[in-house]
């Protein structure tokens, strides 16, 4: 039952709840996940007659988070769960780059912190702003980026695109994925299985040989740094990236290193210099030398965000999902459906109770901010 695929599962479960409550406003826009990882136009994007909600306040700038209305519109609180921007829209993203895609009439926009349309809802997907464009879906298989103002950046048609993340993205082409730059040039050409993002300037990359795959890391020219010999690998974090070979997990630096053995049954990545470990069918956390700091007594852990990990327990045949602090302390107990990582001093979680579904933001203390009950 357990597996590597767990965290998939998990991040699934915080997708729903993200779905309902948020709606990250994907809408089709593709973004790689889990170990698998053209030309240049420059064109205005038209825009509708109608322009959807209007503003309703002044720029903040203040952390908002997305949360859904009694009427089924969704707007924005801050930190305190104060309602900033009244809910009006039919799905609502996170902030990023001061912009958060959002949609109505069925088209996807992006808003500013005032509530205001930077650009007009028209695209059938959007995805968060990185490095200064966002990825937009014109049509099924049809992706662009566009700039703040909404200018065309960079079209692609009928191949795989990703967000960008150290001036780079993965793109695919002929199903063989390489790199294109912030202006669309394909700088390191298609030619791997499976690619990553950049990440403290090596990114994943697979090969196949045979039936097997196996996979590295490459530098920003698309130089192996570290040989594809590994089963499953994860991004580096602080320096150190999750590998898996013979069906066990360590760590390795960013020359290839093994820092931390290959000797845990799973694991997970650094986040805040802690990793998630199971040893002997329980899960606990290790810091960046290998030592166990938060003793493994858990069902399963995740990877920390913004200071606070999230932990799970199965009483019964039910699996629930609370959050520790660093120190190990349980700020909410495990008694969640579903839960997403800590951002920005804030994480949501499900409860459902008789069918009927409450979600919350928490704070780093465990106290509920704001509530859909």
Known sequence: MKNTYRRSRWAALSLVVLALIAVFALAGCTSAGGANGSGSDSTTVSTPATAGPTATGPVTTADLFPVRGDDGKYGYIDKTGTMIIKPQYESAGQFSEGMAPASSA?????????????????????????????????????????????????????????????????????????YIDLTGKMVIQPQFAQA??????????????GTATTYGFIDTTGAWVVKAEYDRVGPFSGGLALVSAGGKYGFIDKTGKVVISLTYDFA????????????????????????????????????????????????????????????????????????????????????????????SYLDATGKVVWSSK
């Open 106 to 178: 069925g088209r996807y926009g992006y808003i500013d912190k005032s509530g205001t349309w930077v650009i007009l809802p028209q695209f059938l997907g959007a995805a968060d702003y990185s490095e200064g464009l966002g990825m937009v879906m014109y049509a099924e298989g049809s992706f662009g980026y566009i700039d703040k103002s909404g200018k065309e950046v960079i079209k692609r048609s009928g191949a795989y695109s990703e967000v960008f993340s150290e001036g780079m993205a993965p793109a695919m082409v002929d199903s063989k994925y390489g």
């Open 196 to 209: 990553r993002s950049f990440s403290e300037g090596l990114a994943a990359a697979a090969v196949v040989s």
């Open 268 to 359: 997970e990545g650094f986040g805040d210099g802690l990793a998630p470990v199971s040893t002997g069918g329980k899960w606990g956390y290790i810091d960046t030398t290998g030592t166990m700091v938060i003793p493994a007594t858990f069902y399963w852990a995740h990877s920390f965000s913004g200071g606070i990990g999230i932990i799970e327990q199965k009483p019964g045949d039910v699996e629930k999902y609370g959050y520790i602090d660093k120190t190990g302390k349980v700020i909410a107990e495990p008694v969640y459906d579903s839960v997403t990582p800590f951002s920005n001093g804030l994480g949501l979680v499900d409860k459902a109770e008789s069918g009927v579904h409450t979600w």
